[in-house]
């Protein structure tokens, strides 16, 4: 009898450790992750999200060429297709890529206002944000989020300028919005970034090279679909 409840002992304690394991490899694999729900057990959402906006980029009119006293510049806004993809490390925390490219027209203000279009630069500008979503409010989902932005700028071309190179940078990002789910794949959303970006530029005017800081510091503002694979 003692051998008996002994193996039935050791059993029960195999049987637990098993399902332990078992519990910890669901946990190890989002794809195979379970939500527990009145009518039964399905699966969760996958961690990887995807989304399509309208972008709308609203630079900021600053900047200066050195040695000119009241010096200025303008930017030209632009609207442009945006694309990003998202990873959910859990409910509430995801981080996300934002991928978009668009131009800049760059135009002389204030004591280089004659000077009228100096140039146009292309600018690449992925966005690598963390991001906290709220989880508290059913289908609607609000997040702010910080980040890391690196612009490149490129097909860099002049107007009245004889040449015009702007250089790369690091800037931060902030963001803010919200998704409206439809369905457990489908939703909306709206988001609103704000990049710090001043780049360094170099440019020959007349025969004479100058250099200056372009303050385009953007608000960028989307709207657009979110699909939750």
């Given at each position: 009898m003692t051998k008996v409840r002994m193996g039935v002992a050791q059993g029960a304690i195999a049987f637990t450790v098993l399902i332990g394991l078992g519990q910890q490899a669901l946990a190890a694999d989002p794809a195979q992750r379970y939500i527990a729900q009145e009518q039964g057990t399905v699966e969760a959402s996958s961690p990887w999200q995807i989304r399509v906006?309208?972008?709308?980029?609203?630079?900021?009119?600053?900047?200066?060429?050195?040695?000119?006293?009241?010096?200025?510049?303008?930017?030209?806004?632009?609207?442009?297709?945006?694309?990003?993809?998202?990873?959910?490390?859990?409910?509430?925390?995801?981080?996300?890529?934002?991928?978009?490219?668009?131009?800049?027209?760059?135009?002389?203000?204030?004591?280089?206002?004659?000077?009228?279009?100096?140039?146009?630069?292309?600018?690449?500008?992925p966005t690598l944000t963390l991001q906290y979503h709220i989880t508290d409010f059913g289908a609607f989902r609000p997040y702010v989020g910080a980040g890391l932005n690196y612009t490149v700028f490129y097909n860099q071309s002049v107007g009245s300028a004889d040449a015009l190179r702007v250089k790369n940078t690091f800037g931060a990002a902030l963001q803010v919005g919200f998704d409206y789910m439809l369905d457990r794949h489908w939703g909306v959303n709206v988001d609103v970034k704000k990049l710090f970006l001043e780049p360094d530029f170099t440019v020959k005017v007349a025969g004479t090279d100058l250099k200056g800081k372009a303050k385009l510091d953007p608000w960028l503002i989307g709207a657009g679909v979110t699909y939750r694979f």
């Open positions: 906006r309208a972008l709308g980029v609203k630079t900021n009119d600053s900047g200066f060429v050195g040695g000119i006293a009241g010096s200025n510049l303008s930017y030209s806004d632009t609207v442009t297709p945006e694309f990003d993809i998202s990873y959910f490390f859990t409910e509430n925390i995801a981080t996300e890529l934002i991928l978009a490219t668009t131009y800049a027209n760059v135009d002389g203000s204030g004591a280089i206002g004659a000077l009228g279009n100096i140039g146009k630069v292309w600018i690449l500008p």
